[in-house]
């Protein structure tokens, strides 16, 4: 069975372009969340989807940032333009069941340079 | 509000000695309390997990934690290192909002091991 799957996993853009970042959950995973993890400290929530609905995205920085899953499948953030404290790894994570205990799987997360 | 403090940015430790990975939390309610691992190029994966059941928790590879509500700690512990241990290590704790899977995470701590 396939994992989480993120692309690319490495982006160079210079600051005011767009980058768009691509997350494929594993199959019949209904939950998808987003996190980041600037520069030296923690990993942060951004938002989750339940299939294509956002459950909760109190986690999103501002509205240069837009995430959509249309279908319920993969799943995509955008970033629009992009600013220099955008760097960072942007992990996806996909799970079955909703719940306090629900088991996380992530992907291996986009490194996010710009210049 | 929940916050995770892991203390050691970087811990060094000797093949074959105990590894001991410090995590403290703060939570207004019973905390569900999680560790996962990153290896270098792969995405984050669950060690193990505390929701309430026994305060010793055994996880994969060999880990352990051990929940301890006066001390607001959730420590993990490995009593014999090996060199495929080095990696990153997350501790991390689900706010219990909304039902969902949403976590709280540390700052990380770097497990190098040295032959």
């Known amino acids: 069975e396939a994992g989480v799957t993120q692309f690319p996993s490495h982006s160079v853009i210079e600051k005011g372009q767009t980058v768009t970042l691509r997350c494929d959950p594993i199959s019949g995973h209904d939950n998808l969340y987003w996190y980041r993890r600037v520069m030296g400290k923690e990993i942060k929530f951004l938002l989750h989807f339940v299939k294509e609905s956002k459950q909760d995205e109190s986690g999103m920085p501002n509205n240069r940032f837009l995430a959509e899953r249309t279908g319920g499948t993969y799943s995509t953030l955008k970033v629009q333009p992009a600013e220099l404290e955008d760097s960072g790894v942007y992990f996806c994570a996909s799970s079955q069941r909703q719940g306090f205990n629900e088991k996380l799987f992530f992907g291996s997360g986009t490194q996010l340079s710009v210049l | 509000a929940q916050s995770v403090t892991q203390l050691g940015s970087h811990v060094s430790v000797s093949e074959g000695a105990l590894v001991l990975l410090r995590c403290n939390y703060s939570?207004?309610?019973?905390?569900?309390l999680f560790w996962y691992v990153q290896y270098p190029n792969q995405g984050l994966q669950l060690l193990l997990k505390y929701t309430s059941a026994a305060t010793l928790v055994k996880g994969i590879n060999g880990f352990e934690a051990e929940f301890k509500k006066s001390e607001t700690s959730f420590h993990l512990t490995k009593p014999s290192a090996h060199m495929s241990d080095a990696a990153e290590y997350f501790c991390?704790?689900?706010?219990?909002?909304?039902?969902?899977?949403?976590?709280?995470f540390g700052q990380g701590t770097t497990l190098q091991v040295k032959p």
């Open positions: 939570s207004s309610v019973p905390p569900y």
């Open positions: 991390a704790v689900n706010p219990r909002v909304g039902n969902t899977g949403k976590l709280i």
